[in-house]
């Protein structure tokens, strides 16, 4: 019975370190699990770090980017904003000045009072031409010349050689026809020339009944 009891209890002791042995080898084998993954589980954890920080730095190049593209969008739209707004105020402008132009040529044109003209034939031989001669219209091969009367100073006028196709016969009758109140530039061409151009309108005055030359503003005339 004692030799039971022993074998029993040797049993027991038998048991215990077989569990000791077993948690050891277990304790152990998590310790050699452990030394043996921990470095990767660590060059894991700083990968999937370095992802992160490479994820991170890349979300924020992108925001950036975006940001820069949204600011250049509508740093382009305003600029064309006010491009178009310009444009459109240059137009309206433009448009303005064309009223105001076509409202003031208008207002002149309504303002400015018809000329005041007499067409005579030829003149006396003293330069003159009588007011009771005096035609309110033009009359071709009949009418030589025109006085165009000074609206400011009624008494004034310019006087107008009209060329016409008689101008040939005022050429053959110069000393009547022209001398008296014309200055020609080039006589000599006289016998050879067709037309007759008035070149600068001469000065007359109203005496009594008669428009008279101002002997120092003839008309002046060249012939051609």
Not at 101 to 120: G, L, M, N, Q, S
Not at 191 to 208: D, E, F, H, Q, Y
Request: some cysteine.
């Amino acid at each position: 019975m004692f030799d039971n009891i022993q074998e029993c209890i040797l049993n027991e002791s038998d048991l215990i370190w077989v569990l000791i042995s077993l948690t050891f080898g277990y304790v152990l084998g998590v310790l050699i699990v452990f030394i043996l993954i921990e470095p990767e589980r660590k060059a894991n954890i700083k990968k999937i770090k370095s992802l992160r920080l490479e994820f991170e730095s890349s979300t924020k190049e992108v925001s950036e980017k975006m940001d820069l593209f949204e600011k250049s969008i509508n740093y382009k739209f305003k600029t064309f904003e006010k491009l178009l707004n310009s444009q459109t105020q240059v137009e309206e402008n433009r448009i303005s000045k064309t009223e105001s132009v076509t409202r003031k040529e208008k207002k002149e044109i309504e303002v400015i009072p018809k000329e005041t003209a007499f067409y005579f034939s030829v003149p006396t031989y003293q330069g003159s031409f009588f007011q009771e001669q005096a035609k309110r219209e033009f009359t071709d091969g009949e009418n030589y010349y025109k006085i165009v009367v000074d609206d400011k100073n009624p008494s004034m006028g310019s006087l107008h050689y009209i060329s016409n196709n008689r101008d040939k016969k005022a050429l053959n009758r110069m000393d009547s026809f022209l001398i008296p109140v014309c200055f020609i530039e080039n006589t000599e061409y006289a016998p050879s020339a067709n037309s007759i151009n008035c070149i600068t309108p001469g000065k007359v005055s109203l005496s009594g009944n008669q428009w008279a030359i101002h002997q120092n503003n003839r008309v002046v005339l060249r012939l051609a």
